[in-house]
């Protein structure tokens, strides 16, 4: 597993504390070892149990969770971190398949990442994830916007189709936020990856187009149109 290239830090004067999640031993150490090299604060957990108790004790920054996992699995380890307490996971998978990605963001996770990967990109979603919660408090001061029935409340953070609340993921929200500030515009998948995931120039348009989907499921797939090889655009649609 690659390790050069340059480091990334956290942004904050606290040093941010990473829950990382690796049932091979090798792995987890190889990624504690970079992360705390970066300035982070790492706790360790190798299996389903441990981690959501790992979680528990220690209110970590980010998840750093790996799919599969003895006890159950890194799927069921969101679900349950999540109910507890809304916290940015990076999902680590071994299989580049989009039905695991989408149950991946369907129980909360922010983002994933094929292995092999390369230490210097997890280091910088890690850094970028952590940006997008500091940013995400900038919401709060955004009025409510409505485009036909669709109602999006920025600063209560809730989303409402025909008068019926719609309940997204963090990183959901946070796309739709970012279509419907230019509603009817087409915005690129690079834009959209630097906007709502805070990493300009990095190639995460499967990212992208993984979490539109999974937010056309929840809002209604007209709503969002697609451009093929540019972008999306949120379209105003009026129930009838």
Not at 36 to 45: C, E, K, L, N
Request: proline share 6%.
């Amino acid at each position: 597993m690659p390790t050069s290239g340059p480091v990334v830090g956290p942004l904050s004067a606290r040093a941010s504390t990473i829950l990382v999640v690796e049932d091979e031993p090798v792995i987890n150490q190889a990624v504690t070892d970079r992360l705390r090299g970066s300035g982070y604060d790492v706790v360790q957990a190798w299996d389903g149990p441990a981690a959501v108790a790992r979680f528990s004790e220690t209110a970590p920054d980010l998840v750093l969770l790996d799919v599969m996992l003895p006890g159950f699995d890194g799927h069921e380890v969101c679900r349950r971190i999540q109910a507890q307490r809304p916290v940015p996971v990076l999902m680590l998978t071994a299989r580049d398949d989009e039905a695991d990605i989408l149950v991946g963001l369907g129980v909360g996770a922010d983002d994933y990442l094929t292995k092999p990967f390369r230490m210097r990109e997890l280091v910088a979603r890690v850094a970028a994830l952590l940006r997008r919660v500091e940013r995400a408090a900038e919401l709060a001061s955004h009025p409510t916007s409505d485009l036909g029935d669709l109602r999006l409340d920025a600063a209560a953070r809730r989303v409402f189709v025909a008068g019926d609340e719609v309940h997204l993921t963090p990183t959901e929200f946070d796309l739709l936020v970012c279509l419907a500030a230019k509603p009817g515009v087409v915005l690129t998948r690079e834009h959209l990856y630097a906007e709502v995931w805070g990493w300009p120039g990095a190639s995460g348009t499967r990212t992208v187009d993984s979490h539109v989907k999974a937010l056309r499921a929840k809002i209604g797939a007209e709503r969002v149109r697609t451009v093929h090889g540019v972008g999306y655009a949120l379209e105003p649609v009026t129930d009838s």
